[in-house]
Structure formats: C-alpha cells, structure tokens
C-alpha cells in the first residue's frame, strides 16, 4: 500500500526523497548517525586477513536476543540451525567465511561463536574492533543475514546481500535477494555467478523513505504540503 503511494508522486518529490534518503543513509555508513551500528568516522587501511583469490562470505550474525521470527517463519527453527546449515554448504565450496558477530552483544556471543566454529579452517571470526567499512573494503563477494538491516546499508555501499526468510521489511524490494526456499538459498551461494546481483540504489532510498521517515509529521523537513504537494495525502505509517 505505501509502495503504491510512493509510485503515485510525481518526479518532483521523488527526486526530493530520493536527495533526503541518500544524505540520511550517507550518515549511517559514516558513522555520524546514531541509527547505524558499528560504522565508524574514521577508517583505517589495515589487514583484516591474509590476501586470498577465493570468494569471501560474510555472515552478519543477530543477536542471539532478537526473535528469530519477529517477522514470520523462516528457514530454520532459530539462528543456530542457520549456522549449521551455513556450516554444511561450507564443505560444498572453497569460500572463506568471514563470522561477523553481532557488535551489541559481541562480547557474550564470542565464546559461543569459538566453540562453534572450533577447527573449521574454512571460517574466520572477526574480531569486535572492525568497523563495516573496514570490513566491506576486503572486497566482500557476498553478505548474509536473516532479515538484519545491512540488507539497505551494504548495497548502498556496493555489497551483495543474500536474506536466509523471505518474510522481512525489504521483500518488496530488490537492492537485496530474498530466495524462496533452502535450496533456492543454497544455490545462490553455491553458483558464484549469483553474486553479480544487481543493486537499484533508488529503490535502497524508496525504502528508506517508507519505512524510517513515512510519519505523520514531516520528519523529513522536506515542508511539502500535504495537499499541494502530496496529492492530498498526509504521510502516514
């Protein structure tokens, strides 16, 4: 129904909550929002691992307090079924697998995160002082998440991101790739040529728009008319 409003608007407004969205996201991924998590100002040119040719995964980890089905059924039973399964499509390929804990509760979830992926050569766990940026400039091939917010944030930063449901906020959208079903998703990750996905940075700030900044007040401060500007519409959740 938003999406519907939003296609409604003529180029005027759009091209306005387009310029909004791209400055207020720019903000985020440079760590001057208090929205984003774990971006920073300032950004070092360090080694976060050895150089390698093969493709590199990264998995964004939730917070093992976050409801795995906030947003309906996904995948798996709950986020360590995911792990297990990441773990067998692993054996499938010569990927290095980059853990990403989630940075709110990093320090708990990395004894768990230790004693999970014990021995196995192919995963790296990252350590809490990397920022994303730091992170996505070791040329990433491919993001994984359930449904966690990276899907708008890395693609605007050039990143391929993969969701493991097809029941979160950005399944109207195509800036992130939602499969159907398990082996959809382990297709995707198995066939490389996947990771070309396509990313339309329009529709990255179409979503911004509708789903952070469509309020009853104009927190945009774009001052747009409700009536003159809008069709007649007032900006509603």
Not at 21 to 34: C, D, H, L, W, Y
Not at 68 to 87: C, M, N, R, T
Not at 184 to 197: G, L, P
Request: with cysteine.
């Amino acid at each position: 129904k938003n999406l519907s409003f939003f296609n409604k608007l003529d180029k005027n407004n759009k091209k306005k909550i387009y310029n909004f969205s791209k400055k207020e996201i720019n903000k985020i991924t440079k760590g001057i929002s208090r929205v984003g998590k774990n971006y920073k100002t300032k950004i070092r040119n360090i080694k976060i691992f050895n150089p390698t040719n093969k493709k590199k995964i990264l998995v964004c980890c939730h917070h093992f307090n976050d409801a795995p089905h906030v947003y309906g059924k996904f995948f798996a039973s709950d986020f360590v079924e995911w792990y297990k399964i990441l773990d067998k499509i692993s054996k499938k390929n010569d990927y290095l697998w980059l853990i990403k804990p989630h940075p709110e509760n990093y320090d708990k979830d990395i004894i768990f995160f230790k004693r999970f992926f014990f021995n196995k050569n192919n995963f790296l766990i990252l350590k809490k002082k990397f920022s994303n940026q730091e992170i996505l400039k070791q040329n990433i091939d491919l993001a994984l998440t359930c449904f966690g917010t990276i899907n708008f944030e890395y693609p605007f930063l050039g990143t391929k991101v993969l969701n493991f449901s097809r029941n979160h906020p950005y399944k109207n959208f195509n800036f992130s790739y939602s499969p159907n079903n398990i082996k959809q998703y382990e297709n995707f990750i198995t066939n490389k040529n996947n990771f070309k996905h396509s990313i339309n940075k329009k529709e990255i700030y179409t979503f911004y728009y509708l789903k952070r900044i469509f309020l009853n007040v104009d927190y945009m401060y774009l001052n747009l008319h409700p009536k003159n500007d809008l069709d007649g519409y007032r900006l509603k959740t």
